[in-house]
Structure formats: structure tokens, C-alpha cells
């Protein structure tokens, strides 16, 4: 399994995790978004409707009618009731259920990076676990640095 750790330094995660989640979609794989609570899910339901203008990124919220049909599902816990293999992190702490994706994603800035430094410790001990480090450049975009 992969986990990718991405530090959020410029950028807001609603625009990463819009762009990750197009490439998810694209590849015919779907997405669980996990947010802190219920005001960070409301922004992130709202990045997704407006990051990409010019495309659509089918999406829904937990809860909701529907949900497990969603592509993308925005949750506040790492429950996939839409059967993502894929899951983002994107309130910055680490969970272990998300052991049980395919690839995780875990966004992170200056106030969770400690935590991130923690999970990135704690998962190196662990077989069958690739790690990456991203992050932006002047320019905003994303480099591996690790």
C-alpha cells in the first residue's frame, strides 16, 4: 500500500484533493474524503464543486441519500459507504483505519505536522508500506521530497 503525505503550505486542501480526486475518477477508482468535522466537510464539498471549472467532480456527503453510489464521499470518519479504495486524510491526523485502503493520502500543515512526523515514524516500521513526501515549490507545484 502507498500513503502519500502531502504538507499544505500555499494551497488549500480542497484544491489538492480536487485534483488527486480527478485523477482517482479518472482511472475509475473512487475517493473517501475524511474532514474534521462538519464545517470542514462543508468546504470541502463546496472546493469540489468549484476547484476544477471546467469539469464536474461528482460528489456527495456522508449520511446523505446516495451515498454509497458517490465517487467521492465526504465523511467525517474513515467508514467507506461509497466503497472507495482510496482515502484523504484532510484534516491532518493520521487514522489507522486507513490501513485498510488501497492508497491513502494524508494532507497536513504547520499545525499538524508534528502529528504527520509521528505517522511518517510509526509507518516506516511497518512491511508493505511505501511512504512519499510532497511538497510545493515557489511556483505551487507539488515535488516529491521524500
Partial sequence: MQ?????????????VIAAIAGR???DGGRLLVVARDDQQAQA??????????????PHGRAGQAGEANQPILIATTADSANGARNIALADGEWREAALGF???FHFFDDTTIAAARAAWKALAARDGIERRFWKQDAAGRWTRAA
Avoid at 47 to 57: H, I, K, N
Fill in 44 to 57: 470541502l464539498d463546496e472546493g469540489l464543486w468549484t476547484a476544477v471549472p471546467d469539469s464536474f467532480l
Fill in 24 to 26: 482517482i475518477l479518472g
Fill in 3 to 15: 500513503v502519500d503525505f502531502y504538507h499544505l503550505a500555499a494551497t488549500a486542501p480542497e484544491r
Fill in 102 to 104: 488501497d492508497r491513502v
